[in-house]
């Protein structure tokens, strides 16, 4: 059981938008940094937004974070067959000093 | 371009121990803590254990607790994992990564398997 909840799949048809919810507690997400990753399938993750809703460069801006109390969002715009991969959520818990990660959305894209 | 190479991963017994290396090269290493963080078949992602840039301070899952040990050698621009009594359940792909110096790991390795089995 995760400490950051995550819906297990999600999908939409190419072209389409699609949010990813990950929901936490006031240790984690509220006081803290939240930062997204995705997985592609037989690779590394690779880090999409830090600081709730920032994007390296190399990230297009179809790729969004947002946050609000204990919860946070990823949206992605205009889906690509390529943006089928893992989606994780993560976080400090200052309450336990731990990182802790959601367990993680699969994306189908129909 | 920053470059993290994990190595030392391989199959081990039940209760012995083994230790992964992580070579970090493209940025300062000394200015930034690192992550170690694990995938079992199949599963999600599992943060492991921090340790400052410095290697002052080091925070560990409960997990691995008093089983795995994380340490650097800035001079060498490396980040270890000395794991021991290892069980079947430590069976994953261990990534080891940058943190952002805002506890989030940025960068990642690609990553060494690690199997416990007899």
């Known amino acids: 059981q995760s400490v950051l909840t995550q819906p297990p799949s999600v999908s939409a048809a190419p072209g389409q938008k699609v949010t990813i919810s990950c929901s936490g507690s006031s240790s984690t997400i509220e006081n803290n940094y939240v930062s997204w990753y995705q997985q592609l399938p037989g690779t590394a993750p690779k880090l999409l937004i830090y600081d709730d809703n920032r994007r390296p460069s190399r990230i297009p801006d179809r790729f969004s974070g947002s946050k609000s109390g204990t919860s946070a969002t990823l949206g992605i715009t205009g889906l690509q067959t390529g943006d089928e991969a893992d989606y994780y959520c993560g976080t400090w818990d200052s309450s336990l000093s731990v990182w802790v990660f959601g367990g993680g959305t699969k994306l189908t894209v129909l | 371009q920053v470059q993290l190479v994990e190595s030392g991963g391989g199959v081990v017994q039940p209760g012995r121990s083994l230790r992964l290396s992580c070579a970090a090269s493209?940025?300062?290493?000394?200015?930034?803590?690192m992550h170690w963080v694990r995938q079992a078949p199949g599963k999600g992602l599992e943060w492991v254990a921090v340790?400052?840039?410095?290697?002052?301070?080091?925070y560990y899952a409960e997990s691995v607790k008093g089983r795995f040990t994380i340490s650097r050698d800035n001079s060498k621009n490396s980040l270890y994992l000395r794991m021991s009594s290892l069980r079947a359940e430590d069976t994953a792909v261990y990534y080891c990564?940058?943190?952002?110096?805002?506890?989030?790991?940025?960068?990642w390795g690609q990553g060494t398997p690690v199997t416990v089995s007899s």
């Open positions: 340790i400052w840039y410095d290697g002052s301070n080091k």
């Open positions: 493209g940025f300062t290493f000394s200015s930034y803590g």
């Open positions: 990564a940058r943190d952002s110096l805002k506890l989030e790991p940025d960068y």
